[in-house]
C-alpha cells in the first residue's frame, strides 16, 4: 500500500449529524494541499448514534476514508491514540469532527512544516458559541497548567494540530494511559509554531465536555506532567505540623500557668482542620498511586473491533495496533481474503 503525504486523524462521538459535512470540507481541503495523497481515519470511539453506520458509508463510497470502531467507548484521548497507530502518512493532522476547528487551517499548517516546522497547531484566539463559565475555566485551566508543568504547554490550545512522521512516531511509543496528547507533543520538543484562528460553534450535536469530564481531564492534564501538587501537598503537611507544635506549646504554656478553661470548641476545630488536610493530603497520594496501578497492568490503551478501508471490513487482531506501519500494511495483504 503506497505511503500518503497525509493522514487525518478525526476522533468522533455520536457525530452522525455532522459527520457527512465535515467529510466534504476535510476531503476538499486536503485534496487542494496534496492531491491524491491523503486518507481520512475516522474513528468511532463507541458512539451511541448511528455515527458508526455512516463511516462505513462514507469508506464504501471515498477509498480516501478509513472507519475505524473502537470495542467501546475510551473517551477522546485514546480515540485520537487509536487513529494515531494506524496512520500511514507522512504528516498526521489531529481533528475533531464537529467543524469548531476549521479544516480548511490544513493549507496554513502544511505551509508551516514546508517551512521547516516540525509540528504547527491551532491557538484560539475567540471561541465562538462558548459560555462564560467555560471560557473562565478554560482560561484558569490553561494558565494553572502553565505554572505547575515542568514542560512549556501553550495555552488556548487543543489537540488540532499538524505533525511530522518523526514526531508521530515519538508519540506512538509513549504507552502512558492518562494521556494529554497536547502536553505529551509539547514534550517531545522541536519547532512548534503556532497559527491563531477563530473557532466556530459547533455545526451539529452537544458537547462531549461537561464539567465532570472537563474536571477529570484537567486532572489527568497536572498529574502527567507535574509534581507540583505534589510538593504542595509535602509544604501543607510542614506547615500543618508546624502549628500542631505550637498549638501544644501554646496548651502546655496555659496548663502550668493554671489558665486552663475546659470547652470543646477549639478541639474540635483543630481535630476537624488537621483531618480535613490530612485527607486532601492522602487524596493528592492516592491520585498519582492510581495512576502508578494502572500503568503497571499493562493492559492495551484500546481494542479496535472492525477497519473499513477501500469498501472492506477488517477484523484485525488485537495486538494490531502495536505493529509498525509496515506490518499493519502486511497485515491488511494478509487479511485480503478474510474480508467479512
Known amino acids: 500500500m503506497p505511503t500518503p503525504k497525509l493522514s487525518i486523524v478525526v476522533p468522533c462521538y455520536d457525530e452522525e449529524k455532522g459527520l457527512a459535512e465535515f467529510g466534504k470540507r476535510m476531503s ?47 473517551g477522546h484521548q485514546l480515540a485520537v491514540t487509536a487513529g494515531i497507530s494506524i496512520a500511514r502518512g507522512e504528516r498526521v493532522m489531529l481533528i475533531d469532527a464537529d467543524l469548531q476547528d476549521p479544516p480548511e487551517l490544513l493549507a496554513e499548517m502544511m505551509h508551516a512544516l514546508d517551512s521547516g516546522a516540525d509540528v504547527a497547531y491551532g491557538r484560539r484566539t475567540i471561541r465562538g458559541g462558548e459560555t462564560r463559565f467555560k471560557l473562565a475555566s478554560a482560561a484558569l485551566f490553561y494558565r494553572a497548567l502553565e505554572r505547575l508543568s515542568a514542560v512549556p504547554i501553550p495555552r488556548d490550545t487543543g489537540d488540532f494540530r499538524l505533525m511530522s512522521r518523526r514526531v508521530v512516531d515519538a508519540l506512538t511509543i509513549m504507552p502512558e494511559r492518562h494521556r494529554f496528547i497536547r502536553g ?86 483543630s481535630s476537624s482542620l488537621f483531618a480535613g488536610i490530612q485527607l486532601f493530603v492522602l487524596g493528592i497520594m492516592g491520585e498519582y498511586l492510581g495512576r502508578l496501578v494502572e500503568e503497571a ?19 484485525p487482531p488485537v495486538d494490531f495496533a502495536n505493529l509498525s506501519v509496515a506490518e499493519q500494511n502486511l497485515m491488511f495483504d494478509m487479511l485480503e481474503n478474510r474480508a467479512i
Not at 496534496?34 to 481515519?41: A, H, L
Not at 512548534?192 to 455545526?203: A, G, H, L, N, T
Not at 501554646?250 to 486552663?260: E, H, N
Open 28 to 74: 476538499r481541503s486536503a485534496g487542494e494541499a496534496v492531491g491524491d495523497e491523503y486518507e481520512i481515519i475516522l474513528v468511532d470511539d463507541g458512539s451511541r448514534d448511528r455515527t458508526w453506520a455512516v463511516m462505513s458509508e462514507m469508506a464504501r463510497h471515498d477509498h480516501h476514508i478509513v472507519g475505524v470502531q473502537l470495542f467501546r467507548n475510551h
Open 184 to 269: 505529551m507533543v509539547s514534550w517531545i520538543g522541536g519547532r512548534q509554531v503556532s497559527i491563531p484562528y477563530e473557532r466556530d460553534v459547533r455545526f451539529a450535536g452537544d458537547s462531549k465536555y461537561p464539567l465532570t469530564k472537563m474536571f477529570r481531564f484537567a486532572v489527568d492534564a497536572i498529574t502527567s506532567f507535574s509534581t507540583a501538587p505534589l510538593r504542595f501537598a509535602t509544604w501543607l503537611g510542614i506547615l500543618t505540623s508546624g502549628l500542631a507544635f505550637l498549638l501544644i506549646l501554646y496548651t502546655v504554656a496555659r496548663w502550668m500557668t493554671g489558665q486552663v478553661i475546659p470547652g470543646w470548641a477549639s478541639s474540635v476545630v
Open 297 to 315: 497492568k499493562g493492559r492495551p490503551l484500546f481494542i479496535i473491533n472492525a477497519i473499513d478501508r477501500n469498501g472492506e471490513r477488517y477484523v
